[in-house]
């Protein structure tokens, strides 16, 4: 009976029979629900190429040969655009063996990276999927496995899609704002010298329309961008963006407000921003004049300010160290 069992297909035939699901699929008829069975078929096939099974480990050759044919006919791309018409497991699949396939190392080198490097548009419609509820998540997936490597970070932010970010963490679906939040902040802090680059080249484009998540209607996303924007301020590698954004006085004023907001945790993120200005040996004199205006007040709001979190030392300090600087504050001599 061996003799009629069906041997393996190869990667070749495999991303063959994947490609012409995927474009039974593309054609609205009543042949879809049979490219439907043959897509998932092909992506159970090819999962198990690049996991292996509890019996056999997966091989570094049929690995070659399956990248190889993904590059040659352009399949990851294929992949993303046909997403929405995969059913639910099948997209799981795609981004599983999407990410395994942007893994794969030869010593130093990744050559899926490199590849999607010369096919940016990879990138571009992955962004795309926060646009789209049933794929957004997928597409979440595999932008953040994007984002661990600096070459695919450069890419997503120097082009203009990255500004949808801004966009995409406000949509009504509190599951794809907060994925969507997670892959933005993923790629304004992993590569930190890239990001620091990027914020200085960019700051007005950045921080305009960073004031608007500042300013939104929705808690969840003021709480987490005012966290976020802290961790920036705070991190030595954005030292100049820090050295800006301290020196204007609307960023003062909207902090102060902050600091007065209903929400508790608001305040407190607030409070992790506000004492960057405070702390700043070489406030400029706007800076200056706004804190020496509400000195008096500042103080017994600071002293009054989240008493109850007598066991976080540090924050205790730091508040401390706040007060006795505002106390200690001195009017500049008039403008000559």
């Given at each position: 009976m061996s003799l009629f069992r069906k041997s393996p297909k190869s990667p070749q035939e495999v991303s063959k029979a994947l490609k012409d699901a995927l474009t039974a699929l593309e054609r609205p008829d009543k042949k879809a629900e049979k490219a439907q069975e043959d897509t998932s078929k092909s992506l159970t096939q090819i999962k198990?190429?690049?996991?292996?099974?509890?019996?056999?480990?997966?091989?570094?050759?049929?690995?070659?040969?399956?990248?190889?044919?993904?590059?040659?006919?352009?399949?990851?791309?294929?992949?993303?655009?046909?997403?929405?018409?995969?059913?639910?497991?099948?997209?799981?699949?795609?981004?599983?063996?999407?990410?395994?396939?942007?893994?794969?190392?030869?010593?130093?080198?990744?050559?899926t990276v490199?590849?999607?490097?010369?096919?940016?548009?990879?990138l571009f419609t992955l962004m795309k999927g926060y646009e789209h509820q049933d794929i957004a998540l997928h597409c979440g997936t595999m932008l953040r496995e994007c984002a661990r490597y600096e070459a695919l970070t450069r890419i997503i932010l120097n082009s203009d899609d990255f500004y949808n970010f801004f966009k995409y963490v406000e949509?009504?679906?509190?599951?794809?704002?907060?994925?969507a939040f997670s892959t933005f902040k993923e790629l304004l802090?992993?590569?930190?010298?890239?990001?620091?680059?990027?914020?200085?080249?960019?700051?007005?484009?950045?921080?305009?329309?960073?004031?608007?998540?500042?300013?939104?209607?929705?808690?969840?996303?003021?709480?987490?961008?005012?966290?976020?924007?802290?961790?920036?301020?705070?991190?030595?590698?954005?030292?100049?963006?820090?050295?800006?954004y301290i020196s204007n006085p609307d960023n003062l004023k909207l902090m102060m407000i902050m600091l007065k907001e209903r929400s508790r945790n608001i305040q407190f993120e607030a409070f992790h921003v506000f004492k960057v200005f405070v702390a700043n040996p070489d406030k400029p004199r706007p800076i200056l004049e706004i804190l020496l205006r509400n000195q008096d007040k500042l103080v017994e709001f600071l002293t009054r300010f989240h008493t109850d979190r007598s066991e976080d030392e540090q924050f205790n300090d730091e508040k401390a160290y706040l007060i006795k600087q505002i106390k200690e504050l001195k009017a500049l001599p008039p403008d000559q």
């Open positions: 198990t190429m690049l996991y292996g099974t509890t019996d056999s480990e997966p091989q570094d050759i049929v690995l070659a040969q399956l990248a190889h044919e993904f590059y040659n006919t352009n399949m990851l791309l294929l992949l993303i655009l046909n997403l929405h018409r995969i059913d639910f497991e099948g997209k799981k699949d795609v981004a599983q063996i999407f990410n395994n396939i942007l893994r794969r190392q030869i010593g130093i080198r990744s050559p490199e590849y999607i490097c010369t096919k940016p548009e990879i949509v009504s679906t509190f599951d794809i704002a907060s994925d802090t992993k590569h930190k010298m890239l990001c620091a680059e990027f914020l200085e080249q960019n700051y007005d484009r950045v921080f305009s329309q960073y004031k608007n998540l500042l300013n939104s209607d929705n808690y969840v996303t003021r709480r987490q961008s005012l966290k976020l924007l802290g961790e920036l301020l705070l991190d030595r590698h954005n030292f100049s963006v820090m050295k800006r």
